[in-house]
């Protein structure tokens, strides 16, 4: 079970958030945050390829400003996973902060996915909510992670571009959470195209080299997930409760130019408790935090 009190004390967490978390990383914010990788989550193997850059200048390496960013900004998160070593490799950052779960909650994250070369990276970005914070999040071997969470390719060189994950079980394409007219997690699937057309993005259908607004939204019994406001994934709320997360993983072993290149930076992550999950917390912020299952 996920306790709040419990977790922060074994893990260090802070206590359940009672206000907003907004992080737009101009700062060195990597205090707030757990960080887990194959070095030290109990499903990684023991070496870790990955960095976690926290204050990353962005601006200084060329990408334009984030959507939801002011101008003079110039932070984010940067991320990178199996940079040299030629293995899988999975990098999650938890920010220190639960949530219970309420009537509702929004979370809110820009996105830069840096891809080079055709395609087929098999590195995913990972977002999520709902996290007891002991593992990283990978949607392939070793399957890992807990609550919800999405996970994307930034150039539509898998056969699953958008998967998503409910409390331990990845889930495939077909199923009818994913909101396009074959129920495809493949790129090539009508609404992926709309979001990302040809002639606007340098891979139709995915995210890569341009900013994206992540949006997961926690109401009515439901989870949606929406990309640049189109929702993408709509699946029954398991369990909201707990830590949110952003991370990256390559999910194979290869490892060659372009792959050493390939990163992806977070800016702008805003979670909003709607006030009867703000009620709830404050009063059972001594309280364990229930997991529906």
């Known amino acids: 079970m996920k306790k709040a ?7 260090g967490l802070a206590a359940p958030a009672f206000a907003n978390i907004l992080d737009n990383f101009e700062v060195d914010s990597s205090a707030n945050y757990t960080i887990l990788t194959d070095a030290n989550a109990p499903s990684g193997d023991g070496t870790a390829d990955s960095t976690a850059t926290f204050a990353f200048d962005y601006i200084a390496a060329g990408i334009p400003l984030a959507p939801r960013s002011t101008a003079g900004d110039r932070g984010g ?12 490799d999975h990098i999650t950052a938890f920010h220190n ?4 779960n309420g009537s509702s909650l929004h979370m809110q994250v820009d996105m830069y996915m840096g891809v080079t070369g055709t395609g087929g990276t098999t590195e995913f970005s990972h977002i999520g909510i709902g996290s007891d914070g002991t593992d990283f999040n990978s949607i392939f071997t070793p399957i890992a992670g807990d609550g919800h969470f999405l996970a994307m390719t930034g150039e539509g ?3 699953s571009d958008y998967r998503h994950f409910v409390e331990g079980t990845p889930v495939n394409s077909g199923d009818a959470s994913y909101l ?6 493949n790129a090539t699937g009508d609404t992926y195209q709309s979001i990302f057309p040809s002639g606007s993005w340098d891979y139709p259908g995915s995210p890569g080299n341009g900013w994206v607004t992540v949006d997961i939204q926690v109401a009515g019994g439901e989870v949606t997930y929406s990309l640049n406001g189109t929702p993408i994934i709509r699946t029954p709320e398991v369990d909201a ?3 949110i ?8 072993t290869s490892v060659a130019d372009p792959f050493q290149s390939m990163f992806v930076i977070y800016d702008n992550l805003e979670v909003v408790p709607e006030p009867a999950s703000l009620a709830l917390l404050a009063l059972g912020g001594m309280m364990t935090l229930r997991r529906r299952r």
């Open 5 to 11: 009190v419990a977790m922060a004390c074994v893990r």
């Open 77 to 88: 998160l940067r991320m990178t996973a199996n940079d040299l070593a030629g293995e899988a």
């Open 157 to 159: 060189g898998s056969s």
């Open 241 to 243: 409760s707990g830590l």
């Open 97 to 100: 902060s639960a949530f219970v």
């Open 180 to 185: 396009n007219s074959t129920n495809t997690t």
């Open 245 to 252: 997360s952003l991370g990256y993983t390559d999910a194979f």
